[in-house]
C-alpha cells in the first residue's frame, strides 16, 4: 500500500510495493538526451559538450545533419571540438589534420607516405572517431548516452520524450521560446526543486507570486504509479483559484511536464528539461507552450515570459527567474554531501504533503534507478565538486549561456555597436550644441558689438543637449542591458 499520509508526524514513503515487472532497474546510457537547441547551435564549429560525464563534441556535416564523437582524436587525443567544419562536411582534429565523416570513419590521415598507406590506416577501426547516434525533434538535437555496434539498433528502439502538443499542428496551440542553461546544480535537485510547487511563491517572490500571500497548504496525490522507466505524476489539491487541475509528471531521464488546466479550458504546459553533464551540474532546455481554448482565448504564461519578446530577450531575462534559487540548490547539494548521509530521507524534515512528490522523487532514484547516476570515468566521484562560496561564479551567464548561444551572441554584437553610435550621437549633440550657442554669442557680438556671454541660448541649443542627454541614458541603458549577457547577481533580502 502506499501512505499518502502528512498528519500526525512525518511524510516519508510514497512508493507502491515493486510488482515483478519493476523490478528492473533504470538503464541511465539506454536513452535519449537533450543537449542543444538546434536554432542556437552555431553550424560552423563544433562544439564541446558534457553528458553523464562523457566530454562529448557535437558538430554539423554536410547533409546538415548534427553529429555527436566523443571528444577526442583517436590518434594523439586531441579534442576535436577544438577543430575544424571543413568545407567538405567533414570534421577536421586542428592538431595533424585527420578528417572525420558523418560516421566517424578516418578519411584522411595527411602525415602518410602516399595514398595507399593512408588508405590502409583509414581502415583500421582504430582510426575511427567513436560516435553516437543523434536526432533532432521539436527543435532539440538528442543525443543517444551509448556508443558501439548496437547503440543504433537500441536508439531505435525508444522515442525521446518530446511534447505531443507540438505534434498536433494545431492553430491552438502556441510555443514560445526556448531557453537553454547549464546550472551548477546537479541533476537531481533540479528535478526535486522542479516536483516541488511549494517552493515557487517563496524563492520566486515577485515574478511567481508572493511569499507572503501565496505560500498556502495543498496536498499532492498522486495519479499516475511509479514506473522504472515512465516515472510518476502528482496532482496538487487544490490547484488554485483560476486553475481545474495542476499536474506535474516525472518522465526519466529528462523531462518534469508541468500541466496546468485552467477553468476556461485553456492549458500552461511547463517542458522543463534537465540533462546530467557532470558531478554538480545539468543543462536546462525548457520552453512554455499554451493551448488555446474552444474560444481561442490563450491562457496565461509564466510571468513576464509569455510576453511577445526576442529570443535573446528572454534568454537574459530568465536569470532574473533561474537565479532565485540557484544558490539555495547549488549549497544543499553539497551540505547535503558534507553530513555523510546514506539516503536523503535521513537528512531532511518532511512533516507537510507539499513534499510528497520531492519523496517519490527521491525513492525511485534510490530504488529503481541504481541509487544515482553512473558517472563516466573520472567523473564517478561520490562527492559533488567544493562548494562554490563566491555567488557572482554561481550568478555567471556568459559561460553557461551566451558563449554558446549563437542568437546571443549575434544580439550582444547589435548591442555593442547600437552603444557605440549612442555615445558617438550623444558626443556629437554635445558638440553641436556648443557650436550653435559659440555662434549666436558671436553673432550677437558682430550686431551689437557686446561680448556679454549672458546671452541666451537659442532653441536648437537646448534640443541639441536635450538629444545629448537622450543618447547618453540610452548608451547607460544599453550598458546595464550588456551586462545581463555576462552575469546576473540576485539576494533575496534585496527582494522586497
Request: net charge neutral; glycine share 6%.
Amino acid at each position: 500500500m502506499t501512505s499518502q499520509t502528512n498528519l500526525p508526524g512525518e511524510v516519508r514513503d510514497v512508493t507502491p510495493q515493486f510488482t515483478e515487472s519493476e523490478k528492473e532497474t533504470f538503464q541511465w546510457t539506454l536513452q535519449w538526451y537533450p543537449v542543444a537547441v538546434v536554432d542556437f547551435l552555431d553550424p560552423s564549429r563544433p562544439h564541446a559538450i558534457q553528458l553523464l560525464g562523457k566530454e562529448l563534441v557535437l558538430w554539423r556535416d554536410g547533409s546538415r545533419q548534427w553529429r555527436c564523437f566523443e571528444d577526442f582524436c583517436p590518434h594523439r587525443l586531441a579534442p576535436l571540438s577544438e577543430g575544424r567544419v571543413e568545407s567538405d562536411g567533414t570534421l577536421l582534429c586542428a592538431y595533424h589534420g585527420w578528417r572525420f565523416n558523418s560516421e566517424g570513419n578516418c578519411v584522411s590521415i595527411p602525415q602518410s607516405k602516399d595514398k595507399q598507406a593512408e588508405a590502409l590506416h583509414c581502415s583500421n577501426r582504430r582510426s575511427c572517431a567513436v560516435a553516437y547516434p543523434t536526432q533532432e525533434r521539436q527543435g532539440l538535437l538528442w543525443v543517444w548516452a551509448e556508443a558501439g555496434d548496437s547503440a543504433h539498433i537500441e536508439s531505435q528502439l525508444r522515442q525521446p520524450q518530446i511534447i505531443p502538443e507540438l505534434e498536433s499542428n494545431s492553430d491552438r496551440v502556441v510555443q514560445l521560446f526556448w531557453n537553454i542553461r547549464d546550472l551548477p546544480y546537479g541533476w537531481d535537485f533540479f528535478m526535486e526543486n522542479v516536483a516541488d510547487p511549494a517552493h515557487v511563491p517563496v524563492s520566486h517572490h515577485g515574478i511567481m507570486g508572493s511569499r507572503y500571500q501565496d505560500d498556502q497548504y495543498y496536498d499532492m496525490i498522486r495519479v499516475r504509479e511509479m514506473s522504472t522507466q515512465s516515472g510518476f505524476s502528482f496532482e496538487v489539491v487544490p490547484a488554485g483559484s483560476k486553475l481545474s487541475q495542476k499536474i506535474h509528471d516525472f518522465q526519466p531521464p529528462s523531462l518534469m511536464r508541468v500541466v496546468s488546466t485552467y477553468k476556461d479550458g485553456g492549458q500552461l504546459i511547463l517542458a522543463l528539461y534537465a540533462s546530467p553533464t557532470r558531478p554538480g551540474w545539468c543543462r536546462h532546455i525548457g520552453t512554455q507552450v499554451l493551448v488555446k481554448n474552444e474560444a481561442g482565448k490563450k491562457p496565461e504564461g509564466v510571468g513576464f515570459f509569455a510576453l511577445p519578446m526576442p529570443n535573446w530577450l528572454g534568454h537574459v531575462l530568465a536569470s532574473l527567474f533561474l537565479h532565485q534559487d540557484t544558490v539555495f540548490l547549488h549549497r544543499q547539494e553539497k551540505i547535503l554531501a558534507r553530513q555523510g548521509r546514506d539516503k536523503w530521507l535521513d537528512a531532511v524534515y518532511t512533516p507537510n504533503p507539499q513534499d510528497k512528490m520531492t519523496i517519490a522523487f527521491r525513492q525511485w532514484l534510490e530504488k529503481r534507478a541504481g541509487g544515482g547516476i553512473p558517472w563516466a570515468g573520472e567523473s564517478s566521484s561520490d562527492l559533488p565538486p567544493i562548494e562554490q562560496q563566491d555567488k557572482q561564479k554561481l550568478f555567471d551567464v556568459w559561460t553557461t549561456h551566451t558563449q554558446q548561444c549563437r542568437v546571443c551572441q549575434d544580439a550582444l554584437k547589435n548591442i555593442n555597436r547600437l552603444a557605440m553610435v549612442a555615445r558617438v550621437a550623444a558626443i556629437a549633440c554635445l558638440c553641436l550644441g556648443v557650436i550653435m550657442d559659440s555662434r549666436t554669442v558671436a553673432m550677437k557680438a558682430v550686431v551689437t558689438g557686446s561680448t556679454s556671454l549672458l546671452t541666451a541660448p537659442p532653441t536648437q541649443f537646448w534640443w541639441a543637449i536635450g538629444g545629448a542627454v537622450l543618447f547618453a541614458m540610452l548608451g547607460y541603458l544599453l550598458k546595464k542591458l550588456k551586462r545581463l549577457f555576462y552575469v546576473y547577481e540576485f539576494e533575496h533580502a534585496q527582494n522586497d
